[in-house]
């Protein structure tokens, strides 16, 4: 945390700091598995001591990580956060880099999912896409739904490989900027509508705002509910003093997830997501 960003060859005092897991499928993941939900989580770390620190804090979330591949040195991100708690970042990716592969660990756990959670940030990688692209279909084959963070970095997402995920994409949570990059629309009414005409449901993700749940007709929850009419439901954010709001949105993801798979209206998912998020706002870091 700083003041203010330096300009280049500049100086500035660090007034505090922390650590803590992130990614955004793992800040998502953890956060499910602290609400009881049986979560697992794929990605690549190495096998060192910052490695062993993010096994260790999954391990304490409840998260599976039986999945987990490995690299020689784990990836970072330097988040820099100035007095109007804007971020700035600076990414390693180490092992994250290199594309996940298909193990039998993964195939099993693949198999046996009600949910999949793709981040926009595994499509920018051309092997890392193809694998996600892969296991989409696979999800599906299994009978799971699937769902897609699109990310800050969406507009730089190969625009063929988003289209193809996107037409396999059951639940989609962009924030309103997202939502604008994808459907080309800065009214958010027009840009809800659009993007429920290529995906049935959607959690779109306002800050201080609220949010908004959007069903279309015939969608299927995972609890086997299905919507006989278009459905829009927007709730306000709840009043929190915001200290870092890294992570918030992934929290959010967490919070609507564990609401939809209780079989809960879409109220609750916009109300457990928005709960989720002002927790992580309202404290130093990405997760719980």
């Known amino acids: 945390w700083v003041d203010r960003i330096p300009p280049a060859g500049g100086d500035e005092i660090i007034s505090m700091s922390n ?36 096994k260790d804090r999954l391990n304490l979330a409840g998260v599976d990580i ?13 988040s820099i956060i100035d007095a109007n708690r804007e971020r700035t970042m600076l990414s390693y990716r180490g092992a994250s880099a290199d594309p996940l592969e298909w193990t039998p660990e993964l195939r099993n756990m693949m198999n046996n999912i009600k949910l999949l959670v793709i981040s926009g ?3 920018m990688n051309p092997n890392q896409a193809a694998l996600s692209l892969s296991a989409v279909k696979v999800a599906r084959k299994a009978g799971a739904l699937v769902a897609l963070d699109p990310s800050p970095i ?10 193809s995920i996107l037409s396999e994409t059951d639940i989609i949570f962009p924030n309103a900027a997202e939502l604008q990059i994808i459907t080309g629309s800065k009214d958010i009414e ?14 779109l993700k306002m800050g201080s705002e609220g ?44 919070g609507f997830i564990a609401s939809m798979l209780q079989g809960e209206p879409p109220l609750k998912w916009l109300e ?15 997760s719980l």
């Open 19 to 54: 650590k803590c897991t992130g990614g955004s499928a793992a800040n998502t993941a953890a956060a499910l598995g602290q609400l009881g939900v049986k979560t697992s989580f794929c990605g690549r770390i190495g096998n060192d001591e910052n490695g062993q620190w993010i």
């Open 66 to 78: 039986s999945c987990m591949q490995y690299g020689e040195s784990t990836g970072y991100v330097l």
């Open 121 to 123: 940030y595994s499509l």
């Open 154 to 163: 969406v507009s730089q997402i190969d625009p063929d490989v988003f289209n």
């Open 190 to 203: 027009t840009g809800i509508r659009s993007i429920l005409a290529r995906v049935p449901c959607l959690g």
């Open 211 to 254: 949010s908004i749940a959007a069903v279309r007709n015939g969608f299927i929850s995972p609890d086997g509910t299905v919507f006989s009419e278009d459905t829009i439901i927007r709730v306000s954010a709840l009043p929190v003093s915001a200290i870092d709001t890294t992570g918030a949105g992934d929290a959010f993801n967490a």
């Open 272 to 286: 457990n997501g928005n709960s989720l998020a002002a927790k992580v706002v309202a404290q130093k870091g990405a």
